[in-house]
């Protein structure tokens, strides 16, 4: 189990985590929620809690939750598919998080909250360089890779985006010659700019 420095485990963390892991023996990764109200975990655990006997019912939650901490691995699973992390300036983890999804045969998913995620402006996600842009292109490249290995593999269909790397990118003013360098590599490793019609006409009801 993996836990950032600047974070904390709540009260009462070790009996939720070890009854999830004592009655969840087969799975490789165990997922909880944490109390943080900025991210979309909780949401998601919730939305694809029912879905969770079949790994590839829950693609959405699996590519969106990609951080390490607040979820549990077995050491084996780890071991065996010599998983690491990148040595990189800002989302050393996200191929990790997406990596050891793909790969588990097995997750389970509580809505037990034992993380605290803390928010601050020291986070190294917070802090935009050149260096960071760089490496973070890097990974979601990487990311979008592997996401399309794996279901020309199993003969899924999933609308992965790239849109939160372009996000990033006009959020730290990149520059336009490097916008759309960023929307050529977003289509060239396989993750979409545009939602479906499906997906737009659900946003548009859902902000009425």
Same mark, same amino acid.
């Given at each position: =189990?993996?836990?950032?420095? +600047?974070?904390? !485990?709540?009260?009462?963390?070790?009996?939720?985590?070890?009854? =999830?892991?004592?009655?969840?023996? /087969?799975?490789?990764?165990?997922?909880?929620?944490?109390?943080? +109200?900025?991210?979309?975990?909780?949401? @998601?655990?919730?939305?694809? #809690?029912? *879905?969770?006997?079949? *790994?590839?019912?829950?693609?959405?939650?699996? !590519?969106?939750?990609t951080?390490?901490?607040g979820?549990?691995?077995?050491?084996? #699973?780890?071991? $065996?598919?010599?998983?690491?992390?990148?040595? @990189?300036?800002?989302?050393?983890?996200?191929?990790?998080?997406?990596?050891? %999804?793909?790969?588990? *045969?097995?997750?389970?998913?509580?809505?037990? &909250?034992?993380?605290?995620?803390?928010?601050?402006?020291?986070?190294?996600?917070?802090?935009?360089?050149? $260096?960071?842009? /760089?490496? %973070?292109?890097?990974? =979601?490249?990487?990311?979008?890779? !592997?996401v399309?290995?794996?279901?020309?593999?199993?003969? !899924?269909?999933?609308?992965?985006?790239?849109?939160?790397?372009?996000?990033?990118?006009?959020?730290? &003013?990149?520059?336009?010659?490097?916008?759309?360098s960023?929307?050529?590599?977003?289509? &060239?490793?396989? =993750?979409?700019?545009?939602?479906?019609?499906?997906?737009?006409?659900?946003?548009?009801?859902?902000?009425?």
């Open positions: =189990m993996h836990a950032d420095s +600047d974070d904390a !485990l709540l009260p009462g963390w070790y009996d939720s985590f070890n009854r =999830m892991v004592l009655s969840h023996p /087969e799975s490789d990764i165990i997922y909880f929620e944490n109390d943080s +109200d900025t991210l979309p975990h909780n949401t @998601l655990i919730e939305k694809y #809690f029912d *879905k969770q006997s079949n *790994k590839n019912d829950c693609l959405d939650f699996g !590519l969106r939750v951080v390490p901490w979820r549990v691995y077995k050491t084996n #699973f780890i071991k $065996e598919n010599d998983i690491w992390f990148d040595e @990189l300036s800002k989302a050393s983890d996200v191929y990790h998080g997406v990596n050891t %999804f793909l790969k588990a *045969k097995k997750i389970s998913l509580s809505t037990s &909250k034992i993380y605290h995620y803390y928010v601050h402006e020291g986070n190294i996600s917070a802090n935009f360089t050149k $260096e960071t842009w /760089e490496d %973070f292109k890097y990974v =979601m490249y990487r990311k979008g890779d !592997l399309n290995a794996y279901l020309k593999q199993n003969n !899924l269909n999933y609308r992965h985006y790239g849109t939160y790397l372009l996000k990033q990118g006009i959020e730290g &003013k990149v520059g336009f010659k490097e916008i759309v960023c929307l050529i590599g977003i289509k &060239k490793h396989h =993750m979409a700019i545009f939602p479906s019609f499906s997906q737009l006409a659900s946003y548009l009801k859902k902000s009425k």
